[in-house]
Nanobody, 128 residues
Framework: QVHLVDSGGGLVQAGASLRLSCAAS????????MGWFRQAPGEEREFVAA????????SYADSVKGRFTISRDNAKNTMYLQMNSLRPEDTAVYYC?????????????????????WGQGTQVTVSS
């Protein structure tokens, strides 16, 4: 098992940057493929970015490609989401997630249904 705690959200103006963190405790962090998802008011939760166990491979939703960067530090049991050039449409609750299915160190997981551990979420609000 793993326990995830999201942090780093806030209220910013369009064009600003934020860095979200996801701190993990419990099972060895490097065992898990990881991802970020978000849910805007009245919308379904959607995929944002994913990273392999080793951190060598990443994947992004088209809407954030080129603006967001996912990374992880396995020594610190932490995953990050650097968000630049934020837009009002990025406003959402952001969730980190861990996939405990045995994967290769290079596999990335984009599907929400594959993740079985979730953080509590952190609110990101971008004003225009």
């Amino acid at each position: 098992q793993v326990h995830l705690v999201d942090s780093g959200g806030g209220l910013v103006q369009a064009g600003a940057s934020l860095r979200l963190s996801c701190a993990a405790s419990g099972r060895t962090f490097s065992y898990f493929a990881m991802g970020w998802f978000r849910q805007a008011p009245g919308e379904e939760r959607e995929f944002v970015a994913a990273i392999s166990r080793s951190g060598s491979r990443t994947s992004y939703a088209d809407s954030v490609k080129g603006r967001f960067t996912i990374s992880r530090d396995n020594a610190k049991n932490t995953m990050y989401l650097q968000m630049n050039s934020l837009r009002p449409e990025d406003t959402a609750v952001y969730y980190c997630a861990a996939d405990s299915t045995p994967r290769t160190v290079y596999t990335i997981v984009n599907s929400e249904s594959e993740y079985d551990y979730w953080g509590q979420g952190t609110q990101v609000t971008v004003s225009s």
